[in-house]
């Protein structure tokens, strides 16, 4: 779908070479921290930025023309309704901006307000939601006309867990087309087929959440602590158990590394109590997207 | 998709009242002001116009010809000197001396061709400067004895004197001119308003760049320049409700006279497309809507200066007359004053008609490229 993106502002490079495709009803997501290039990507996949290099393909059509323009619905990071008016004049305008009309448009926008659970406020302003509503009245903005491409940019930043499930499960049951971004690994996770890393512009790593967590995640860790007395006899015992590949010390115990944490911690504890050591703490950490992005660039998703 | 944005441009007007006050409110507030002020009908209560140095018959004679509203009232005053202190305290609100020396009929024409006329010999038109309507009154009453004392000069059926008389009147012996004044500042302050409203009212793209809206609807399939024309014909639907609205008040409550209609309606569509050219070229210079904000009302305000809507053109220097003349509001006037001062038909606007689009196409043609890449952000 593009191919060899590059987008500078002045001398810095803010998208450098990236390219991925989405299939039909694939949910793809773009995950990266902020200022990563994640929303001048998809600014120039809408059309909204002409890329400096690179080309965009939505639907056969180029990025930019009208009939790739019509074939995707763009949810923004920021609220972008008109406050003043309700959401049916809201949903009713960017609908005929999409060629909607008449009864179509009507049924469209009753519709599209069940889907995002808002059939009972779609004659109230929208200046008077919550910010979670105002989210969903977002999205269904993006889904009014029925895109093949459905490009949601961070769509959950700043809005509550209840609201957020909301918009996720909302999201999860399209069965189109999605370009999700985000900087919430475990949203990523959750409800991309496939993901793409972005980081300073460049795309670093593209699979599935298991694919890349398997290949750059690294191995579970399990994390015990005990009084100090006990060290150096857990040391040795940890070495000798089955599946432990590596034991390192840290603060108040030690760090186990293993293909299988969940297995290996019942005989960590068994362990433990033939030594007579009493345990304060157990702790499997399995890895995660979080850990690939720190694997790849060395750097925390949320920095 | 012109009609829709544009629909939705004043669907959210009115919903946030912007269009009520701007429509409504404003105009009906700007006609009051200029109807009460000028037009005579207000609660200013009685104006009274003292006559020095003429008979009874021939004030009576004038006061016909005059055909004063109840709310004008003529008074003969027995001296000169008192009829000048009562219109310096307000007692009068003006008055016309007549000297007597009015022995020629070259003489007795000055009042009547040229009203206001600084040196008419034979009659003083006394008036203060604040006192517009006391003026307009007290130069139609010198005008009407004029023509009393003409007549009565003239035997019926001759021409000879007629004949005879050779009058020059310079440019600098004129006044504000016979008619109301209200026919003139109607539509002149209206241009002002409508300038403001046009400039003010392109901001609209920049508070929805702002909003993030404009983001949205430049992610549609709708081409940068319908959006641009969808606002600016919100705009000028804005601003020719607000000016068909002061045309309306004026005309029917205060008895203003802009001309023929159809002239009138011609010069407020021109003046309307005139001033959403410039709306959009100021709203390109400015890089954030508090900066079009300022830009729109400084530049309203050097335009309605130059162009003549608070100072009359015919009061500035020749330079300044002409440099009017590149001004939307110049041609505006020259359109509005040719329809309502001059009585002239519809087809005499059809060159200001020209020139404000022209205007118009200039000023949209010059900030398209830089407004082609707001509307993209």
């Known amino acids: ?303 | 998709m012109i009609r829709v944005i544009a629909v939705n441009e004043l669907r959210r007007r009115i919903r946030d009242r912007s269009m009520v006050i701007t429509c409504i409110v404003a105009p009906l507030v700007l006609a009051g002001i200029l109807g009460f002020a000028f037009g005579g009908g207000s609660a200013g209560g009685t104006v009274r116009i003292g006559v020095t140095g003429a008979t009874p018959t021939l004030i009576s004679a004038a006061e016909r010809a005059v055909q004063p509203p109840h709310t004008v009232v003529i008074v003969p005053v027995r001296q000169a000197r008192v009829l000048k202190r009562e219109v310096a305290d307000g007692t009068l609100g003006g008055g016309v001396i007549l000297t007597g020396h009015h022995t020629s009929l070259p003489d007795l024409l000055i009042p009547i061709v040229a009203p206001g006329a600084t040196h008419s010999p034979g009659f003083e038109v006394v008036d203060r400067a604040d006192a517009l309507i006391g003026q307009e009154w007290s130069e139609s009453l010198a005008a009407a004895l004029a023509s009393r004392l003409y007549a009565g000069h003239v035997q019926a059926g001759s021409t000879a004197d007629l004949a005879t008389i050779s009058l020059t009147i310079g440019s600098h012996d004129l006044g504000n001119g016979g008619r109301t004044v209200l026919n003139y500042f109607a539509p002149s302050i209206a241009v002002i308003f409508l300038f403001i409203g046009s400039g003010l009212g392109m901001r609209s793209l920049m508070l929805e760049r702002a909003a993030g809206t404009l983001v949205r609807m430049a992610a549609a399939p709708v081409r940068p320049l319908s959006i641009v024309l969808g606002k600016m014909l919100a705009i000028l639907i804005t601003g020719l409700t607000s000016i068909f609205v002061v045309w309306g008040v004026t005309t029917f409550v205060f008895g203003a006279d802009w001309g023929d209609p159809l002239g009138v309606f011609v010069m407020c569509v021109g003046a309307s497309l005139a001033m959403c050219g410039l709306g959009v070229f100021l709203t390109s210079l400015a890089r954030n809507e508090r900066e079009a904000f300022g830009v729109a009302l400084i530049v309203g305000l050097f335009l309605s200066l130059l162009g003549g809507n608070l100072l009359p053109p015919g009061s500035l220097p020749q330079f300044l007359q002409v440099l009017s003349l590149g001004t939307p509001n110049g041609w505006s006037l020259v359109g509005f004053g040719r329809l309502s001062l001059l009585g002239d038909p519809a087809r005499s606007v059809v060159g200001p008609f020209l020139a404000l689009c022209a205007i118009a196409a200039v000023t949209a043609g010059l900030a398209w490229p830089r407004v082609r890449r707001m509307v993209r952000p």
């Open chain 1, 1 to 303: 779908m593009c191919r060899g993106l590059r987008k500078h502002f002045g001398s810095r490079a803010a998208v450098d070479d990236v390219s991925f495709s989405v299939a039909a009803g694939e949910c793809y997501g773009l995950l990266g921290p902020n200022g990563a290039g994640k929303t001048t990507t998809i600014s120039m996949v809408c059309g909204l930025l002409d890329p400096d290099e690179g080309t965009v393909t939505i639907d056969g059509a180029p990025g930019g023309s009208l009939e790739a323009k019509a074939a995707v619905g763009y949810v923004p990071q920021d609220l972008a309704l008109y406050p003043d008016l309700t959401a049916r004049e809201n949903l009713e305008f960017f609908g005929q901006l999409y060629g909607l009309s008449g009864k179509g448009l009507a049924t469209r926008i009753s519709e599209t307000l069940a889907l995002v659970g808002l059939s009972d406020r779609g004659g109230d302003r929208i200046g008077s939601y919550s910010g979670g509503m105002k989210r969903r009245a977002n999205i269904a903005a993006g889904l009014l006309h029925q895109p093949r491409l459905l490009i949601l940019d961070e769509p959950t930043v700043g809005v509550d867990p209840q609201s957020r499930n909301a918009i996720l499960g909302t999201v999860g049951s399209l069965g189109i087309a999605v370009l999700y971004t985000t900087h919430y690994m475990e949203e990523a996770a959750k409800l991309c087929q496939r993901i793409g890393i972005i980081d300073d512009g460049r795309f670093i790593a593209e699979g599935t959440p298991h694919g890349l967590i398997d290949q750059h995640g690294g191995q579970d860790r399990v994390r015990i602590t005990f009084g100090p007395a006990a060290s150096e006899v857990m040391t040795k015992a940890s070495r000798q158990l089955n599946g432990v590949r590596e034991v390192r010390p840290i603060e108040g115990g030690l760090e186990l590394t293993t293909d299988h944490g969940p297995g290996v911690l019942p005989n960590v504890v068994r362990a433990a109590g033939q030594l007579g050591v009493e345990l304060s703490g157990v702790e499997v950490v399995v890895p995660d997207l979080e850990g690939v992005f720190l694997s790849l660039t060395g750097k925390e998703l949320r920095d």
